[in-house]
C-alpha cells in the first residue's frame, strides 16, 4: 500500500512548518550558522523528507516506522525552537506560533498512525 506523499495533509503541513523555520532562521546569529541554524533546519526538513520516504514502502509497518521518526524530529524541533526563543533569536510570539504549529503536526502525525490500515 503506496501513499502520494504530495496529497497528505501531514507532508503538506510539514513543508509549510519547513518553510517558516527557513524564513524565522534567516537572521540568526553568525556563530550558530553550524550549530543550531543548522541542526533546527535539517530536523524540520527531516519531518517532511521522512513522511515521503515512509509513504512510498509497501508496507504499513515500514510507513509507520518513518512516521514515528518524523514525530522523532518534531519534538527535536520543538526542543530547539524553545532554546532559540530563550537565547532571544526571536520573539515569544514567533515561539508560540512554530510550538503551535509543531503541536497541530504531532497531532496530525498521530491521527494519521492510528488510521493507517494494517
Not at 556563530?31 to 543550531?36: P, V
Not at 509497518?61 to 524553545?82: C, H, V
Not at 506560533?97 to 494494517?118: V, Y
Amino acid at each position: 500500500m503506496k501513499h502520494n506523499f504530495k496529497h497528505l495533509n501531514i507532508w503538506k503541513l510539514s513543508i509549510e512548518l519547513a518553510d517558516k523555520i527557513y524564513v524565522i532562521t534567516d537572521n540568526f546569529p553568525k556563530n550558530e550558522e553550524f550549530g543550531l541554524k543548522s541542526q533546527i533546519r535539517r530536523c524540520a526538513v527531516s519531518v517532511a523528507s521522512n513522511i515521503a520516504e515512509g509513504s512510498s514502502r509497501s508496507s504499513t509497518k515500514d510507513f509507520n516506522r518513518f512516521l514515528e521518526i518524523s514525530l522523532g524530529s518534531l519534538y527535536e524541533l520543538q526542543t530547539q525552537i524553545i532554546i532559540s526563543g530563550n537565547r532571544n533569536y526571536f520573539g515569544f510570539s514567533t515561539t508560540e506560533q512554530i510550538e503551535n504549529k509543531i503541536t497541530e503536526l504531532q497531532r496530525m502525525i498521530s491521527g494519521f498512525q492510528k488510521n493507517l490500515i494494517p
